[in-house]
Each structure stands twice: as C-alpha cells, then as structure tokens.
C-alpha cells in the first residue's frame, strides 16, 4: 500500500513538472506577446538575456561597384574587356517577346503585392498593441530588384553591361530587413506542380526568406561549415552540408563563364536577434530560437525529424555569416517548368542509374522530349561543366522559364552543395559533356580563353570575389582547383574531337547548328 502511494505521488509530481514547464516554455511566452505592449515583437528569453548589441547604423549610400572589378593591371577588367564578352548575342533580342516580364502587367502585380503586405502588416501590429510611425511601403520603379526582374531576357538573367546587378548586390549587403520567415513552398501554384521536388525545411538544411525595406525578397542561407573544411570522403553527396560561400562563389564563376544563369548572390553578416527574431511573424521561427552555453544566439529549423539544437546556427553572440541570392519574379507572373535531369542520380545508399552504366546513354536521351531538343541538351552539358568545376553531384532537376521554350537557358539554382572538397574532382560530373561529346562553341572559346595565363580562371575568380564582404570567399586550395578541373574539361572535349571530328563535336549558335572553325582570338 505504501509502494502504491508513493507512485501515485510520483505521477502527480512528474505531470506537475510537464505543465509547469509548458507554461512556461510555451503558453506563457504567447500571453506575454499579447498582453504586453511594445514596439516590436519579443524575442524568446534566450535573446532577451543575450546582451544588446551596437544599433544597427542606416545604410550609407555608396556608388555601386564596377562589374569588370580592379583597376589598371587587373585580370578580371581584361578578361570583360576581351571580344568574346563584347560580341552581338545570338539570336538578337527583337521585341517584347524576348523579355520575361510585360513592364506595364509586372509593376501592376507588385503594387497589389505591395498594399496586401501593408493591410497585414497593419493588423498584425493593432492585434499585438504596437505603435509604429513608420509610414507604409511604396514600391518605387527604380528599386534594384524590380530592374532585375525587368531585365530578364531570353539570353540570360541579367545582361553584361548592365549596372542594376551590382545594385542589387549592394542593396541586399546594406538594406535593413523587415521580415523573415522559413522558405515558402512558391511552386505549389494550386496544385500545380509536382511538389515532392521542393526541399523542406529540416534540422541540417536551413533557409529563410528575408525581405528588405524596397520590399525586395532574397534566400538566406546560413554558414554551416568553416572555408578550411572539407567534406568528408565518406559523405554521400545528398548528405552534404549546404555552404553559403558555395552560393557565392557560384555566382561569381557563372558571370566570369559568361552564363548569366544563377541569380545575383551576395554574403552579409546578418544580426540574427534584430534581422531576424525582432523582424519575423512566424511564432515557429520565434520558437526556435535559444541561447548556447556560449551566450550566442541560436536557432534551428522547425521540422518533424533530426531537430536537434546540435543541428543549429548560432551568432557570435548575434552576427552570423551567410549567402543572399535575389528572388526571381513570382510564379504568377513568369512560370518556371522543373524537370529532372536525364543525369539524376541515385539518392539511396545503394544501386546506380542507367547513365552511371549504359556508355551509350545519351543516345536514349537524344530520343526523349524535351532533350531531344539540341539547344536543351547543350544546355545541360553547360551546366554539367559549371557543376564540374564546382564540383556540385547534386543537380537532380533544372528549372527553366516557360516563356522562353524548349531553348531557353537553365536556371542554375542551389549551388549549395558546390565546393565541398578541393581534394577531389569528380569525373562523373562530367558524363553529359563526355557521353554526348557536345559542346556550344561560345562555351568552349570562353573555357579556352579562361586556360591561358593572363586570364587564368583561378586569378580572375580570386579578384571577382574580393568585392563580397565576406572575403576570402574561397580558399586558396579551392581556386587552384578551378585550374585543374577546367584542364580536365579541355581535355574531354579533346578527346571527344579526336573520336568524332570537331565538326560533330562543337557546336555553332544556341540551336546547335555545327561548324568547322573554334577558339577565341
């Protein structure tokens, strides 16, 4: 009888202890957030702990940097001056159709995005008691992004001689935030895609979407991994971490290729308490957040497996580190297809795709719509060397605007996972391009070009990524790897010319036409 009153006490002490804790944990938390009236929606009591950093100081305005970079005796300003990077694109932008976005129908569009944020911004603050004088949002035509989004076209998404890129870059280093949230599910256009393809939030793979004061929207994604890490070689590629500095670089290297093809990316040091926690109506993402044994301010992503606060990213005690790529137009207003890559691999612990198998596997793809197209293939071959000399095995779809048809050029979007281990090149990367032996001649001229000492890929890389903020970008080791995977790309075609005759090998013009003569001047 008395072991039996003794577990009863027990019990009772243990289910006092669990509501204690959630009321203080979670339902006292939200009461304050309502009851208690302020300026800015509470951080958890980790953050309030935290100690306050420097206020952030307003933006100077500083003209924004010169796309060729450097000045006399610079690479990287030879290199944007060579005739290769100056030449009519082909085929010649002819009118309305060639643009992504209608000027008249996008601007009407964001001005209606733009007054539904104010009415929810509005009611957001009256349900929380806050009192704010800051006027509503404007959209104001010549903010950055809006250029950006008007400048898409069907040879890239950004032109060469364009300034709004280096605005962009500029606006989304210095601009203050005034949302944050976890990833939105953007192709989920009412059911309207195949939305398995999208990554979810979860304990290793964190991202938010940040909005800054011209309402302009850019990825966020945080440091995971330091610049002298390696991957490991027991990793498998779809385990990897996502590193923010690979974002970066890859921007940097697609516009040195002369591609245009992956959005403006930047890295910032981001106050994670007042960029993030003090800015963000998503209770979840609020949740999340806690302070380390170190006193630094953390957090994590909110999902239904592996969420442990080991998996979190942490300030120091507030800053953190990451890469900002700018969103491209909506959905709504400029649809992207999202097909799987004829060179997908397998995602499990076992087995091999076709490809890794059948040396004959490009002719099956040259039967199959939409790769039965040559502009569609050569464009997967291009990106197939971007991703080699990244050294990036996780390219499983490829998106492209539907606007602009079976030839319009790849999107080359997460480029997370590139840059994991300089150590190693790895060959299979490479299987379109040597199973194919295809290859654009602009592609070829511009690889040709970037081998020869005085526009050496790894020299120009180094300069271009002295502009980001967050410099060294990459480490030594990793440029110098550049070098060695643009030699083994050269070589593949080399031996793909000696086999077939450079007349089947190179290709002339986007479409694919074949032609004799090839190499820059």
Not at 185 to 205: F, M, N, R, W, Y
Not at 418 to 425: A, E, L, M, Q
Not at 480 to 486: G, K, P, S, Y
Request: net charge positive; proline share 8%.
């Amino acid at each position: 009888m008395l072991g039996l009153r003794r577990d009863r006490l027990l019990t009772l002490l243990l289910l006092g202890a669990l509501l204690a804790a959630d009321l203080y944990f979670h339902l006292g938390p939200r009461v304050r957030r309502r009851l208690r009236p302020r300026e800015r929606p509470p951080g958890c009591p980790c953050a309030r702990r935290a100690a306050p950093s420097a206020p952030r100081p307003a933006a100077r305005h500083v003209p924004p940097a010169e796309p060729d970079g450097g000045g006399p005796g610079s690479k990287l300003r030879a290199l944007f001056a060579h005739p290769l990077y100056n030449e009519p694109e082909e085929p010649p932008l002819l009118g309305p159709e060639d643009s992504l976005l209608a000027g008249p129908e996008a601007l009407r569009y964001y001005r209606r995005k733009v007054a539904r944020w104010n009415r929810r911004h509005k009611i957001y603050k009256e349900q929380l008691n806050l009192t704010s004088l800051d006027p509503p949002l404007q959209l104001r035509l010549e903010t950055s992004w809006v250029q950006f989004h008007l400048g898409i076209s069907r040879h890239g998404l950004y032109s060469r001689s364009s300034p709004v890129v280096s605005k962009l870059l500029h606006d989304m280093r210095h601009l203050p935030t005034i949302s944050a949230d976890y990833s939105q599910d953007e192709k989920a256009l009412l059911g309207a895609c195949d939305c398995t393809q999208i990554v979810k939030p979860s304990g290793v793979h964190l991202k938010l979407v940040l909005r800054f004061s011209d309402f302009g929207k850019a990825m966020f994604k945080p440091m995971r991994q330091l610049r002298d890490e390696e991957t490991p070689e027991d990793f498998f590629y779809f385990i990897d971490f996502q590193r923010h500095n690979a974002e970066i670089a890859a921007f940097h290297l697609d516009r040195i290729l002369d591609f245009r093809r992956v959005p403006p990316t930047v890295g910032r040091l981001v106050n994670v308490t007042k960029e993030i926690l003090e800015v963000t109506k998503n209770e979840i993402l609020q949740s999340v957040f806690f302070l380390s044994p170190a006193s630094n301010v953390c957090f994590f992503a909110k999902c239904p497996y592996l969420c442990k606060t080991e998996y979190a990213v942490c300030g120091n005690p507030h800053l953190l580190e990451g890469s900002l790529s700018a969103f491209l137009p909506s959905l709504n207003l400029a649809p992207r297809l999202s097909v799987p890559s004829p060179w997908i691999r397998s995602y499990s612990l076992a087995g091999k795709e076709e490809w890794e198998v059948n040396p004959l596997y490009c002719d099956t793809v040259k039967q199959v719509y939409p790769h039965s197209s040559s502009g569609r293939l050569l464009n997967i071959i291009d990106m197939a060397i971007f991703d080699f000399l990244t050294g990036n095995m996780d390219r499983h779809h490829y998106e492209t605007f539907s606007k602009f048809g079976d030839d319009g050029f790849l999107i080359h979007l997460d480029n997370a996972r590139g840059f994991g281990r300089h150590s190693h090149d790895e060959i299979s990367i490479l299987s379109p391009l040597s199973q194919c032996c295809r290859i654009k001649r602009k592609t070829l001229s511009h690889l040709q070009l970037l081998a020869r000492a005085d526009y050496r890929l790894s020299d120009v890389m180094r300069e271009s990524l002295l502009q980001d903020q967050l410099t060294p970008v990459l480490t030594e080791p990793h440029l110098l790897a550049l070098d060695r995977r643009l030699q083994t790309v050269l070589r593949t075609v080399r031996g793909c010319i000696e086999a077939h005759g450079e007349h089947s090998v190179v290709a002339n013009g986007p479409t694919g036409q074949s032609a004799p003569d090839s190499g820059p001047s």
